[in-house]
């Protein structure tokens, strides 16, 4: 399932004690305003804990219609590219069980009281 800007006012307003649903869509609206208004200025941004949305800058370079299989050139363009934090990576991927160590629970399964 997709988690949507809908879905992530809704959350936050769940969330949070005392939030009313249009404070929820300002505060989710806004945050994603500073993200978006950074990334243009092409500054990257850190979510510890999270992770980190870089810009980067592609050269023009040769490529191909996969259609008519006609060459053209592609103009140099930025894109945003997004590395998970190694907090994120660990909780998305579990070590496995140790089999001389059954007693013994991941780290990251730890702290989230599992």
């Known amino acids: 399932m997709t988690v949507t800007k809908a879905r992530l ?7 949070v004690y005392g939030v009313k649903p249009w404070e929820a ?23 510890s804990g999270f992770g980190k949305f870089e810009v980067r800058e592609k050269r ?7 259609q008519t299989g006609d060459r ?4 140099e363009r930025r894109v945003v590219v997004f590395k ?8 998305l991927n579990p070590p496995p069980p ?3 160590k059954p007693w ?7 702290r989230q009281g599992r």
Do not use: C, F, M, Y
């Open 9 to 15: 006012i809704e959350a936050v307003q769940k969330g």
């Open 25 to 47: 869509r300002r505060l989710v609206e806004r945050v994603l305003e500073i993200i978006q208004d950074t990334l243009v200025r092409g500054e990257d941004v850190l979510i």
């Open 60 to 66: 023009p370079r040769q490529g191909r219609n996969p």
């Open 72 to 75: 053209l050139l592609l103009r």
């Open 84 to 91: 998970t934090a190694s907090t994120l990576r660990r909780q």
């Open 98 to 100: 140790d089999p001389e």
């Open 104 to 110: 013994a629970v991941a780290p990251a399964l730890r």
